[in-house]
């Protein structure tokens, strides 16, 4: 079962909060959506609506991405699949790797 997507109001507490996390504070931009005619900066609201579509958009489709399972494994299980899905990524330096390992 897919929860539901979550409100305009539940996504601003999330994106305040992470970027708060950060060190970012919204509420020193100016309010609504108008940018600040001396600095440029971005109205809150429009900020916040440009964040929101971003986490319901590009977090989503980045979260359902899953890798390919290596080639010459054919398997049809799922369950197989993923867990062949989870390979160590490639280095640019192996040989650096396997000496470390020793």
């Known amino acids: 079962?897919?929860?539901?997507?979550?409100?305009d109001?539940?996504?601003n507490v999330a994106i305040r909060a992470r970027l708060a996390s950060l060190?970012?504070?919204l509420d020193q931009l100016p309010p609504g959506t108008t940018a600040d005619p001396e600095t440029g900066a971005p109205g809150r609201d429009s900020?916040?609506?440009?964040?929101?579509?971003?986490?319901?958009?590009?977090v989503?489709?980045?979260?359902?991405?899953?890798?390919?399972?290596?080639?010459?494994?054919?398997?049809?299980?799922?369950?197989?699949a993923a867990a062949l899905s989870?390979?160590?990524?490639?280095?640019?330096y192996?040989?650096?790797a396997q000496?470390?390992?020793k």
């Open 60 to 80: 989503a489709n980045l979260a359902a991405y899953r890798l390919p399972a290596p080639e010459g494994t054919g398997s049809a299980d799922p369950a197989t």
């Open 99 to 101: 000496e470390w390992r």
């Open 47 to 58: 900020v916040l609506a440009s964040l929101r579509s971003f986490m319901r958009g590009t």
């Open 9 to 11: 109001a539940e996504l």
């Open 1 to 7: 079962m897919t929860p539901p997507a979550p409100t």
């Open 23 to 25: 060190g970012i504070d």
């Open 86 to 92: 989870q390979q160590r990524a490639p280095m640019l």
């Open 94 to 96: 192996p040989s650096i």
